[in-house]
């Protein structure tokens, strides 16, 4: 009689959580998606209930099972990778004390300051950390609580993530698993909290759960929650990870310096490394989903957004096809016959402000060069293409400040479905671009993965991640590498020449709203 075969992946993101039923050699076999909101009290924060995620995870649990129809006992083990950044603080009842502060919050710039001048202010913090930290941060959100919320830290027993709150609720156990604590401050030369550091701040060590690795089992699913997943006690659930390296790890490049490029409503650079480097010039280190690396992480805050917006300013007449056009679909047979630069047309995807190739809050969107020539599908391209070239600076500082050689990437995520775009970020990076299978479920791929480690079913993460499979390859083209490399040059001093502009109209802007 044939065993459990199958593992459920939890990919618990900002607006939903997605669980996937996926086989040992990582093809999902089925899915099933909840959604639960973000919450807005005041300008700059973002919360989330605690409970929404783990109703998520039960409803979806049992609806996956339910649709692949399978028994639980086909259930091999269980793990979630997820959002990371976030604050929980758990009482001793182990239960939430408040809505979770999630990555969106900002509400920390205070207390990020405080931080900063505890080693001699920001110029000083950002040589030794490579960095300076905003009120997104993990340590600045919770210092907010401890000074803003007294009796909810005294009632504290543990700070938790997003992940080691499903493992509770899942188990009955309390960690920190080391990929997600390294959001936090994570010493990844000693695999264990910056503790130092963190006694100079003011942030207890102690009010920490233990430690663990993404592959280790850390308990078993309990009686109350086989009740409400559908699942059987006594399955097995195992450490997890953050939602970036999970992604690296469903691309396959898990090998050090292999890479992979993720297009979704952000977009990132990661590069798996052996060695324990210091974040420069917004690129972030961080533990790796596989306990023996790390990863080397450039983000940039807006990309499918920026699509989105220009559909939706441009393309609404097409929306409104009542034989349901792909629009997607739709704008990419657009700008075909727009030359490679739209005729040296630049966009600059900083609708957000930015955190890397800059870190830099003010810093905003721009055409640049528009004239009466210029048609919408120039513009279109244009944003394609804006955000192909900050991808490429991105890479450059991957490889000058880490003496990375990225010839060739693995692409990821909802916008490596465009054929269009994946040729363009070719001609701009000058890269071989490999799209692998499950695009959009890498992450529950990846975390799947993992757990077959943990289950033994193989002996480490390079091993599992064989399983992935390219789908289709795009290579440069020599023809477009000219203009390309104009525009790249003049992308970059764009930012150089306008960002002190930015700065004053945007402090402007604030200060208004704020009399408002």
Not at 61 to 76: F, L, N, R
Request: net charge neutral.
């Amino acid at each position: 009689m044939a065993g459990p075969r199958y593992i459920i992946a939890h990919d618990v993101g900002t607006s939903s959580t997605k669980a996937a039923l996926v086989e040992f050699d990582g093809k999902v076999k089925a899915y099933s998606t909840e959604p639960y909101p973000v919450h807005y009290p005041q300008v700059n924060w973002a919360e989330q209930d605690p409970d929404d995620y783990w109703q998520a995870v039960s409803k979806s649990t049992k609806k996956v099972i339910e649709d692949a129809g399978i028994s639980p006992a086909d259930i091999a083990g269980v793990i979630f990778t997820t959002q990371t950044v976030g604050v929980i603080p758990v009482g001793k009842e182990k239960k939430h004390l408040r809505p979770a502060v999630i990555w969106l919050d900002g509400r920390g710039s205070a207390q990020a300051e405080q931080i900063m001048n505890k080693f001699g202010g920001k110029a000083i913090f950002s040589g030794i950390a490579g960095t300076a930290i905003t009120g997104k941060d993990g340590m600045a959100k919770l210092l907010w609580i401890q000074q803003n919320e007294p009796d909810i830290h005294a009632a504290t027993e543990y700070y938790m993530d997003v992940n080691g709150y499903l493992i509770l609720k899942m188990t009955g156990r309390a960690v920190y698993e080391w990929s997600t604590a390294s959001t936090i401050g994570f010493d990844l030369k000693k695999n264990d909290w910056m503790r130092l550091i963190m006694n100079r701040i003011g942030v207890d060590v102690n009010r920490f759960p233990e430690l663990v690795r993404s592959t280790d089992q850390v308990g078993t699913v309990s009686k109350e929650a086989a009740a409400q997943c559908g699942l059987n006690e006594g399955t097995p659930v195992f450490g997890g990870c953050g939602d970036m390296q999970s992604a690296a790890i469903g691309a396959g490049a898990v090998a050090d310096g292999e890479g992979h490029l993720y297009l979704g409503t952000s977009a990132w650079v990661g590069v798996t490394t052996k060695g324990a480097p210091t974040g420069r010039e917004g690129v972030v280190a961080l533990k790796s989903g596989d306990p023996d690396l790390n990863l080397l992480f450039g983000e940039m805050e807006t990309a499918g957004m920026c699509l989105d917006w220009i559909k939706d300013e441009f393309y609404r007449h097409e929306q409104q096809d009542p034989g349901g056009t792909n629009i997607y679909k739709l704008m990419d047979e657009s700008i075909r016959d727009i030359p490679a630069g739209s005729d040296y047309l630049i966009f600059t995807p900083w609708f957000y402000g930015e955190r890397c190739p800059v870190s830099d809050v003010y810093v905003k969107s721009t055409f640049f060069n528009l004239s009466a020539a210029h048609r919408r599908e120039h513009m279109l391209k244009s944003v394609y293409e804006g955000i192909a070239l900050n991808l490429r600076w991105i890479l450059e500082i991957m490889e000058r400040r880490y003496n990375f050689s990225l010839p060739v990437l693995r692409v990821i995520g909802g916008g490596s479905n465009s054929e269009v775009w994946m040729q363009i970020l070719a001609d701009i990076t000058g890269r071989r671009l490999e799209k692998v299978t499950e695009c959009q479920m890498c992450g529950a791929v990846g975390a799947a993965l993992i757990a077959a480690v943990g289950l033994k079913i193989y002996p480490d993460i390079n091993t599992a991640a064989k399983n992935v499979r390219v789908e289709k390859t795009f290579s440069p083209r020599a023809e477009n590498k000219g203009v390309y490399d104009t525009l790249y040059w003049t992308y970059k001093q764009i930012y150089r020449n306008l960002k002190k502009l930015y700065r004053q109209v945007n402090q402007e802007r604030e200060r208004e709203e704020a009399n408002v």
